[in-house]
């Protein structure tokens, strides 16, 4: 039984290891253990239990062919090594969890491959956005050849996300037919990353103003710069390339000379883009006409209209101011505000009875202001006024007036024309800086004021209630100095303004005149946070004439554009120097001034990590 289960089986019998043939006692050995082997085999897989068959037959016959026959049931239980078919089934269980792990395995590298691939790809042919390495640079153009007024304006014009450097100066000045001398003028874009430049363009006369921006809101079309001249000149040039868009042709001014720069206007003659207005003066200052001029095309929107006025001082406006309601009005005056709707002007340019749906609306507290044989001016403010500007309200969706005259500075409210606040002043000539001092989010106010030979008052008016919370004399010869203001990540502002160079002060004392020549002039940043302290972050000679904050939204930094004037040597033309200072840097290696001591004491330190953590933002609409 044992030899024909053993053939049945295919199981092979032992060699003797020393002959290598079949040994007759080692193969009944080997018999006897198959022969057990197939009993475990039967008892694991249902075997004969108890004289019966798992299925209650009867015990197979002892006999061979029986045993044949009944042992073709259990050869479907084994494998032909001998293996049962849980064993198999496990080994099939690995084999596709090995194959699984594999497959995994090779997404996962595949997936890690094409990453890379991706990475590379990204690293060299998408560039990535430039860097302001550049932080400080100085540029030297060429001698100026006259003209008093210092045009700076900044705007991206190349699409790289840093804001470009845009000024005009004259160049040389031309003898007339008779005999008359007129300047010539050239138009500059600077690169805000190096100074570099990237286009200058010719002007036929000195420039007023140059202003930058998008005519059309939301639109692909490309940012314009709109160049106001000291006479008959008004042009709108491509940012981009400097290419000139248009030209209001001279003969549409007459005998008028353009007063002051173009206001932006909404769209009124319906073209989809906002159109502009001009203020011009005759031979007499009275006589004052505004033309309005398409901002497609640059032709006149009808003829110009013409009012005579009665005011002596400073030229103000022209200025649009949009009511809460939604009417338009025109600021302007000489010396005063009035005010004359659009509509007005509109209906009298087109020479008819009717106005655009958006230009009839009317604001009843301005309208009350009528002269009483309703003229079409509007009085707004008639006290030797010296500047206007429109800042924002806390509490209103329009803007408030901030009104500089010569012995007050005046807060009006848009809405109704009536004073929020009167701060008595004396000496005040510079247009107030806007910026955020106290915590009250509120709009406040740096001053520069005359206090005494060589010396002028820094002061910040609470633009809440109009009181001085922050004043200090400093030394400064220069007549006017620009200052500027940036607003800051925590809704702050840091305040800049140009003075002659500063020494400690004792506790006893104020800061006093350095001993430093006078024709070199420093940097001062003043930050809420340290009022006691000042910042020396840069120092200049010659005349400061313009300066302005622009923000690099990607670094989250600022800075510092002065267009410089040089003192002229032996005759020769005084030289022409626009700077570039990144603050960031500057905050971290100026030199702190101490005004005063406090308690406890500011460490450097301590002043330094509260400087590496300031970041700049542009600033909320202030206008």
Same mark, same amino acid.
Request: net charge negative; hydrophobic share 40%; aromatic share 6%.
């Given at each position: 039984?044992?030899?024909?289960?053993?053939?049945?089986?295919?199981?092979?019998?032992?060699?003797?290891?020393?002959?290598?043939?079949?040994?007759?006692?080692?193969?009944?050995?080997?018999?006897?253990?198959?022969?057990?082997?197939?009993?475990?085999?039967?008892?694991?897989?249902?075997?004969?239990?108890?004289?019966?068959?798992?299925?209650?037959?009867?015990?197979?016959?002892?006999?061979?062919?029986?045993?044949?026959?009944?042992?073709?049931?259990?050869?479907?239980?084994?494998?032909?090594?001998?293996?049962?078919?849980?064993?198999?089934?496990?080994?099939?269980?690995?084999?596709?969890?090995?194959?699984?792990?594999?497959?995994?395995?090779?997404?996962?590298?595949?997936?890690?491959?094409?990453?890379?691939?991706?990475?590379?790809?990204?690293?060299?042919?998408?560039?990535?956005?430039?860097?302001?390495?550049?932080?400080?640079?100085?540029?030297?153009?060429?001698?100026?050849?006259?003209?008093?007024?210092?045009?700076?304006?900044?705007?991206?014009?190349?699409?790289?996300?840093?804001?470009?450097?845009?000024?005009?100066?004259?160049?040389?000045?031309?003898?007339?037919?008779?005999?008359?001398?007129?300047?010539?003028?050239?138009?500059?874009?600077?690169?805000?990353?190096?100074?570099?430049?990237?286009?200058?363009?010719?002007?036929?006369?000195?420039?007023?103003?140059?202003?930058?921006?998008?005519?059309?809101?939301?639109?692909?079309?490309?940012?314009?710069?709109?160049?106001?001249?000291?006479?008959?000149?008004?042009?709108?040039?491509?940012?981009?390339?400097?290419?000139?868009?248009?030209?209001?042709?001279?003969?549409?001014?007459?005998?008028?000379?353009?007063?002051?720069?173009?206001?932006?206007?909404?769209?009124?003659?319906?073209?989809?883009?906002?159109?502009?207005?001009?203020?011009?003066?005759?031979?007499?200052?009275?006589?004052?006409?505004?033309?309005?001029?398409?901002?497609?095309?640059?032709?006149?929107?009808?003829?110009?209209?013409?009012?005579?006025?009665?005011?002596?001082?400073?030229?103000?406006?022209?200025?649009?101011?949009?009511?809460?309601?939604?009417?338009?009005?025109?600021?302007?005056?000489?010396?005063?505000?009035?005010?004359?709707?659009?509509?007005?002007?509109?209906?009298?340019?087109?020479?008819?009875?009717?106005?655009?749906?958006?230009?009839?609306?009317?604001?009843?507290?301005?309208?009350?202001?009528?002269?009483?044989?309703?003229?079409?001016?509007?009085?707004?403010?008639?006290?030797?006024?010296?500047?206007?500007?429109?800042?924002?309200?806390?509490?209103?969706?329009?803007?408030?007036?901030?009104?500089?005259?010569?012995?007050?500075?005046?807060?009006?409210?848009?809405?109704?024309?009536?004073?929020?606040?009167?701060?008595? %002043?004396?000496?005040?000539?510079?247009?107030?800086?806007?910026?955020?001092?106290?915590?009250?989010?509120?709009?406040?106010?740096?001053?520069?004021?005359?206090?005494?030979?060589?010396?002028?008052?820094?002061?910040?008016?609470?633009?809440?209630?109009?009181?001085?919370?922050?004043?200090?004399?400093?030394?400064?010869?220069?007549?006017?100095?620009?200052?500027?203001?940036?607003?800051?990540?925590?809704?702050?502002?840091?305040?800049?303004?140009?003075?002659?160079?500063?020494?400690?002060?004792?506790?006893?004392?104020?800061?006093?005149?350095?001993?430093?020549?006078?024709?070199?002039?420093?940097?001062? %940043?003043?930050?809420?946070?340290?009022?006691?302290?000042?910042?020396?972050?840069?120092?200049?000679?010659?005349?400061?004439?313009?300066?302005?904050?622009?923000?690099?939204?990607?670094?989250?930094?600022?800075?510092?554009?002065?267009?410089?004037?040089?003192?002229?040597?032996?005759?020769?033309?005084?030289?022409?120097?626009?700077?570039?200072?990144?603050?960031?840097?500057?905050?971290?290696?100026?030199?702190?001034?101490?005004?005063?001591?406090?308690?406890?004491?500011?460490?450097?330190?301590?002043?330094?990590?509260?400087?590496?953590?300031?970041?700049?933002?542009?600033?909320?609409?202030?206008?």
């Amino acid at each position: 039984m044992a030899t024909v289960l053993s053939r049945a089986l295919k199981l092979p019998g032992k060699k003797s290891p020393d002959l290598g043939e079949y040994d007759p006692l080692t193969q009944a050995d080997s018999d006897e253990s198959e022969d057990d082997l197939v009993l475990d085999l039967q008892q694991k897989n249902g075997g004969v239990k108890n004289g019966k068959s798992p299925l209650g037959e009867a015990p197979e016959p002892d006999s061979d062919a029986d045993v044949a026959g009944a042992a073709k049931p259990h050869l479907s239980e084994v494998t032909t090594e001998g293996y049962p078919s849980e064993a198999l089934g496990g080994l099939e269980q690995k084999a596709t969890s090995s194959l699984v792990s594999y497959v995994r395995t090779s997404v996962f590298l595949l997936t890690l491959v094409i990453s890379m691939i991706l990475v590379l790809v990204c690293a060299f042919l998408i560039p990535c956005p430039p860097r302001d390495l550049h932080s400080t640079w100085s540029r030297r153009l060429r001698p100026q050849g006259g003209g008093d007024l210092s045009p700076l304006e900044l705007a991206d014009v190349n699409g790289d996300g840093l804001r470009d450097v845009l000024l005009s100066f004259v160049t040389s000045r031309n003898g007339s037919a008779v005999g008359v001398s007129r300047p010539t003028a050239i138009l500059v874009c600077l690169s805000g990353m190096n100074g570099s430049t990237l286009w200058s363009s010719p002007l036929p006369e000195e420039a007023r103003d140059i202003t930058c921006l998008d005519l059309m809101p939301g639109s692909v079309a490309g940012t314009i710069c709109l160049v106001t001249g000291t006479r008959k000149m008004f042009s709108a040039f491509n940012a981009t390339s400097g290419k000139t868009i248009w030209t209001l042709h001279p003969k549409y001014l007459a005998n008028s000379t353009l007063a002051a720069a173009g206001a932006v206007l909404p769209d009124v003659d319906e073209d989809g883009i906002r159109d502009l207005v001009v203020l011009a003066v005759g031979e007499s200052q009275q006589d004052v006409c505004f033309l309005l001029v398409s901002g497609r095309t640059g032709s006149p929107v009808g003829r110009p209209v013409k009012y005579n006025i009665v005011g002596e001082g400073n030229l103000i406006g022209p200025q649009v101011y949009i009511t809460a309601s939604g009417a338009v009005y025109i600021l302007f005056g000489f010396g005063n505000i009035q005010a004359v709707a659009l509509r007005d002007i509109f209906v009298q340019a087109q020479n008819r009875d009717s106005s655009p749906p958006s230009l009839q609306i009317e604001e009843p507290e301005w309208e009350k202001r009528r002269s009483v044989n309703l003229s079409e001016l509007i009085d707004i403010y008639s006290d030797g006024v010296e500047q206007l500007q429109m800042v924002k309200a806390p509490d209103s969706n329009c803007s408030s007036l901030l009104i500089t005259t010569r012995q007050a500075l005046v807060l009006l409210r848009g809405q109704n024309l009536t004073p929020y606040w009167t701060l008595r %002043l004396q000496g005040l000539h510079s247009q107030p800086t806007p910026g955020y001092f106290t915590d009250d989010q509120v709009l406040d106010f740096l001053l520069q004021m005359e206090d005494g030979v060589g010396m002028k008052k820094i002061m910040v008016v609470d633009g809440h209630s109009g009181s001085v919370t922050w004043n200090h004399s400093v030394p400064c010869h220069m007549k006017q100095t620009p200052t500027t203001s940036a607003v800051t990540s925590d809704q702050k502002s840091v305040f800049l303004f140009w003075a002659e160079g500063l020494s400690a002060a004792s506790p006893t004392s104020d800061v006093i005149r350095g001993t430093e020549p006078s024709g070199l002039h420093h940097l001062y %940043l003043l930050h809420p946070a340290f009022p006691s302290i000042l910042l020396d972050l840069a120092n200049a000679t010659g005349t400061v004439t313009a300066s302005e904050v622009g923000i690099n939204d990607l670094w989250k930094d600022a800075f510092y554009v002065t267009r410089t004037t040089g003192p002229s040597f032996k005759g020769h033309p005084a030289p022409l120097v626009v700077s570039k200072l990144s603050l960031r840097w500057a905050l971290m290696e100026g030199q702190m001034v101490q005004l005063k001591e406090t308690t406890p004491k500011i460490g450097r330190g301590e002043l330094r990590r509260f400087l590496s953590r300031i970041k700049f933002v542009d600033s909320p609409s202030q206008i």
